[in-house]
């Protein structure tokens, strides 16, 4: 059986690691740090901020509504505010939906 090698999962990432995730300015992070209440990263004694899997989860999904929607940021917080574990459901089939695009979009172009 061949060797997997396993996926190390990280317990915290930098604001410096979360920003470069999804191509924007520390700053941009640090706003929605304020505006939205579902993000709450861990500060060490210097007063930097260590985000957690579940905070980059939850800037996953404020990313989808406020940038891949259109949304604003008020309708953002209001839509997490409201039917949080709905918009949660919608995001998770979003992104199932492209991965499987990706998916059959190279096996297509491997065909030739």
Do not use: C
């Amino acid at each position: 059986m061949p060797y997997k090698e396993q996926k190390i999962e990280r317990l915290f990432y930098s604001i410096g690691e979360v920003a470069e995730m999804f191509n924007v300015n520390t700053s941009l992070i640090r706003f929605w740090e304020k505006e939205f209440d579902i993000i709450k990263p861990h500060k060490n004694k210097k007063g930097n901020r260590l985000f957690t899997p579940k905070d980059v989860e939850n800037f996953h999904l404020i990313f989808h509504l406020v940038k891949e929607k259109g949304m604003t940021l008020k309708g953002a917080q209001k839509k997490l505010k409201e039917n949080h574990d709905d918009t949660v459901n919608n995001f998770e089939v979003v992104s199932k939906l492209k991965d499987i695009r990706a998916l059959l979009v190279e096996i297509r172009d491997n065909i030739d």
